[in-house]
């Protein structure tokens, strides 16, 4: 898990990993996955993110809808 930090609007603006502050400098791209969910093992729904941070580090995170939780 980590720490998202969003704008007034819902866009990230930092997240928090493994104790380290990460300030996001560009979201690259982003896309939602809504799938499974009439599997036996249960459905997969996440907003995912391709980030670009200020120090740049290009990394992909998500928000998992039924989680409720990055």
């Known amino acids: 898990p980590i ?4 704008d007034g609007q ?3 603006l930092r997240f928090t990993w493994q ?4 300030r996001l400098q560009q ?3 982003r ?5 499974d969910w ?4 249960g459905r997969i729904w996440r907003d995912y993110l391709a980030l670009i941070t200020a120090d ?3 990394c992909v995170v998500y928000y998992d809808f039924l989680q409720e939780g990055w």
């Open 27 to 29: 979201v690259q791209q």
């Open 19 to 22: 104790g380290r502050s990460h």
């Open 10 to 12: 819902g866009s990230p």
């Open 3 to 6: 720490d998202m930090v969003l």
């Open 38 to 41: 009439w599997s036996e093992e």
């Open 56 to 58: 740049g580090l290009l």
């Open 31 to 35: 896309w939602q996955i809504d799938t």
